[in-house]
T-cell receptor, first 113, second 112 residues
Framework: DVKVTQSSRYLVKRTGEKVFLECVQD?????MFWYRQDPGLGLRLIYF???????EKGDIPEGYSVSREKKERFSLILESASTNQTSMYLC????????????FGPGTRLTVT | GENVEQHPSTLSVQEGDSAVIKCTYS??????FPWYKQELGKGPQLIID?????GEKKDQRIAVTLNKTAKHFSLHITETQPEDSAVYFC???????????FGKGNQVVVIP
């Protein structure tokens, strides 16, 4: 079974802090994605990566950056957390040569106070 | 870019009845349409998908239909059960870009 794990289920940070959200997948998937999920807004793509050290902006990249130094790990970075970044963050991965199914992690509920 | 709209936002059905969720998309180049189910406390999980060369696909109690001309697709759940209660997301994609554009989600509540 594909497994996507996220470093924390719940996280509370203060405004201005630097925040790292980690995601690891164990199936050698090429593509990895970060989404945020907010009530009434669905899933919005922040960034995605289709290879090590490669990244592309999604629909809402402002205030975020990403890092992919190893194929299995994709990190989302909030350089200076703000209250409007309080949200559920979901990581996903996919293997394009086997179809386009995205496998999601359980999510990290981030609260910025 | 692709814009996917999903209706209704909330749907309540009696156990045993059918549920239908409809989505529309804007980009005529989209050719892959998956549906994801998100249970409480979990990430979304693919339950069924359809490609643009097919009009309908069925898997046990769930089915998806696609109307390319009208640019809409629907999820049908028959004989609903309490475990069908969840948030359902539709999405659309063009094979070339590996990205999925998601709808806003639909909360389905199955009343026992």
């Amino acid at each position: 079974d594909v497994k996507v794990t996220q470093s924390s289920r719940y996280l509370v940070k203060r405004t201005g802090e630097k925040v790292f959200l980690e995601c690891v997948q164990d199936m050698d998937h090429e593509n990895m994605f970060w989404y945020r999920q907010d009530p009434g807004l669905g899933l919005r793509l922040i960034y995605f990566s289709y290879d090590v050290k490669m990244k592309e902006k999604g629909d809402i990249p402002e205030g975020y950056s990403v890092s992919r130094e190893k194929k299995e790990r994709f990190s989302l970075i909030l350089e200076s957390a703000s209250t409007n970044q309080t949200s559920m963050y979901l990581c996903a991965s996919s293997f394009p040569r086997k179809g386009y199914e995205q496998y999601f992690g359980p999510g990290t509920r981030l609260t910025v106070t | 870019g692709e814009n996917v709209e999903q209706h209704p936002s909330t749907l309540s059905v009696q156990e045993g009845d059918s549920a239908v969720i409809k989505c529309t998309y804007s980009d005529s180049a989209s050719n892959y349409f998956p549906w994801y189910k998100q249970e409480l406390g979990k990430g979304p999980q693919l339950i069924i998908d359809i490609r643009s060369n097919v009009g309908e696909k069925k898997d046990q109690r769930i089915a998806v239909t696609l109307n390319k001309t009208a640019k809409h697709f629907s999820l049908h759940i028959t004989e609903t059960q309490p475990e069908d209660s969840a948030v359902y997301f539709c999405a659309a994609s063009n094979y070339g870009n590996n990205r999925l554009a998601f709808g806003k989600g639909n909360q389905v509540v199955v009343i026992p």
